[in-house]
């Protein structure tokens, strides 16, 4: 590495060098990094992600598009998601809430289906079709997990919170394990109704998630 920098040096002091042989050399030595791209991620969930009563603003999408430029990203955090909707349901609308030219979507849904007391056998199978729709379509997945309410009874909990680990090592996409992590059971952090995020939950949820969804744009951002 130190005779292969002194042979950048010996180009710098040469009058005669080239520009694209300069630039050649510090990128084999990866002095220059390669060229970032705009990257585009869709955020595919329900009330949660949507950003139920709030102003569009404080929505999740919003907000992790901010944090995300405030790391020195060029990406666009689009909002896709539906209040009410179920894992079934994004199903249905997967073709059209997520465009081709994405780069990245974050699936946050089944909340509503635990809400509902819907089979579990049927979550996991509409979430498994649309992470196996995505991949297909050459399009990065992270699941964000979701977890039952406790008095669902032992027997729906357990069938429930086990979707998401086995949808992700199956897929092999990263898993990142509870969308709510921090937020749920926090009166300060919630609407009035004690389920959805205030402004201050949802930046919360970001503060949280954002280390993942960082390390995953990058990589697409230089792909």
Request: hydrophobic content about 50%.
């Given at each position: 590495?130190?005779?292969?920098?002194?042979?950048?040096?010996?180009?710098l002091?040469?009058?005669?060098v080239?520009?694209?042989?300069l630039?050649?050399a510090?990128?084999?030595?990866?002095?220059?990094?390669a060229?970032?791209?705009?990257?585009?991620?869709?955020?595919?969930?329900?009330?949660?992600?949507?950003?139920?009563?709030?102003?569009?603003?404080?929505?999740?999408?919003?907000?992790?598009?901010?944090?995300?430029?405030?790391?020195g990203?060029?990406?666009?955090?689009?909002?896709?998601?539906v209040?009410?909707?179920?894992?079934?349901?994004?199903?249905?609308?997967?073709d059209?809430?997520?465009?081709?030219?994405?780069?990245?979507v974050?699936?946050?849904?089944?909340?509503?289906?635990?809400?509902?007391?819907?089979?579990?056998?049927?979550?996991?199978?509409?979430?498994?079709?649309?992470?196996?729709?995505?991949?297909?379509?050459?399009?990065?997945?992270?699941?964000?997990?979701?977890?039952?309410?406790?008095?669902?009874?032992?027997e729906?909990?357990?069938?429930?919170?086990?979707?998401?680990?086995?949808?992700?090592?199956?897929?092999?996409?990263?898993?990142?394990?509870?969308?709510?992590?921090?937020?749920?059971?926090?009166?300060?952090?919630?609407?009035?109704?004690?389920?959805?995020?205030?402004?201050?939950g949802?930046?919360?949820?970001?503060?949280?998630?954002?280390?993942?969804?960082?390390?995953?744009?990058?990589?697409?951002?230089?792909?």
């Amino acid at each position: 590495m130190i005779m292969a920098f002194r042979f950048v040096l010996r180009l710098l002091r040469t009058r005669a060098v080239r520009v694209p042989a300069l630039a050649g050399a510090l990128l084999g030595l990866g002095i220059l990094a390669a060229e970032a791209r705009q990257v585009k991620v869709v955020a595919l969930g329900d009330s949660l992600s949507a950003g139920y009563q709030l102003g569009p603003s404080d929505a999740f999408p919003v907000v992790l598009e901010a944090a995300l430029k405030a790391k020195g990203l060029d990406v666009v955090v689009e909002n896709a998601g539906v209040s009410g909707d179920t894992a079934s349901g994004g199903r249905e609308r997967l073709d059209w809430s997520v465009p081709d030219d994405t780069d990245l979507v974050i699936v946050e849904l089944g909340a509503n289906d635990a809400l509902r007391g819907i089979e579990p056998a049927l979550t996991e199978q509409a979430l498994d079709e649309i992470i196996a729709r995505l991949k297909e379509r050459k399009i990065g997945v992270l699941l964000a997990g979701m977890l039952a309410p406790r008095n669902n009874g032992p027997e729906f909990v357990a069938a429930f919170d086990a979707i998401y680990p086995r949808l992700a090592e199956k897929h092999g996409v990263p898993l990142y394990p509870f969308f709510l992590d921090g937020v749920q059971g926090r009166p300060d952090l919630n609407l009035e109704d004690g389920m959805h995020p205030n402004p201050k939950g949802v930046r919360a949820i970001v503060a949280r998630i954002l280390p993942t969804v960082e390390k995953l744009v990058r990589e697409k951002a230089t792909d």
